[in-house]
């Protein structure tokens, strides 16, 4: 059906985007950390004063000592809070890519549904491990975590529908064979 193929590319193409943005963000945070935050003050006069109150409201570690290992930390801890994203939208791109091409109960299809599903979950385990490491490198006061647990709730559901997917097709299979 052409108007499926359409909707379908759509996504491949969404996916595209989205993953292209989220590796750019990936590797531009980092390189702001670094070579950015030093230098607030060559962009707006306000600017290093306004992050550095914002900065204090939350941490006790003042913003303009942030040693180099500090900056290391949060560096790592910013990518691994990354991983799962940039997983979970490559699972999902080439998902959506197959779609395009017909292979719905394919072993791939279901094994990138499965892996959407389980990055899905391991998203939300990242999240808690990535935050309380950044509550600690940057003494943050206030530690509220930002748990999701739809998140959790959509890995389960996906990784079971997988999990059928998979079934459905060794069904088929076995009476492909009996026939």
Request: with cysteine; glycine share 6%; hydrophobic share 60%.
């Amino acid at each position: 059906d052409w108007s499926s193929d359409v909707c379908s590319s759509d996504l491949v193409l969404l996916f595209d985007i989205a993953l292209w943005l989220a590796m750019a963000f990936t590797l531009l945070v980092p390189l702001a950390l670094f070579f950015l935050l030093p230098n607030l003050g060559l962009f707006d006069a306000d600017l290093p004063g306004l992050a550095a109150a914002e900065w204090a409201k939350h941490s006790s570690l003042p913003l303009a000592s942030i040693s180099i290992g500090r900056k290391l930390l949060l560096a790592v801890d910013f990518l691994a809070a990354m991983m799962p994203t940039l997983f979970i939208l490559s699972h999902g791109r080439k998902l959506f890519a197959g779609f395009t091409r017909g292979q719905v109960f394919t072993e791939t299809s279901i094994a990138h549904l499965k892996a959407l599903g389980f990055w899905l979950i391991l998203s939300v385990v990242v999240g808690v491990l990535v935050q309380s490491f950044f509550f600690a490198v940057a003494q943050i006061h206030d530690k509220s975590f930002d748990i999701e647990p739809l998140t959790l709730l959509y890995g389960a559901m996906t990784y079971v529908a997988a999990y059928v997917m998979a079934e459905a097709r060794q069904i088929a299979a076995d009476n492909a064979e009996i026939v």
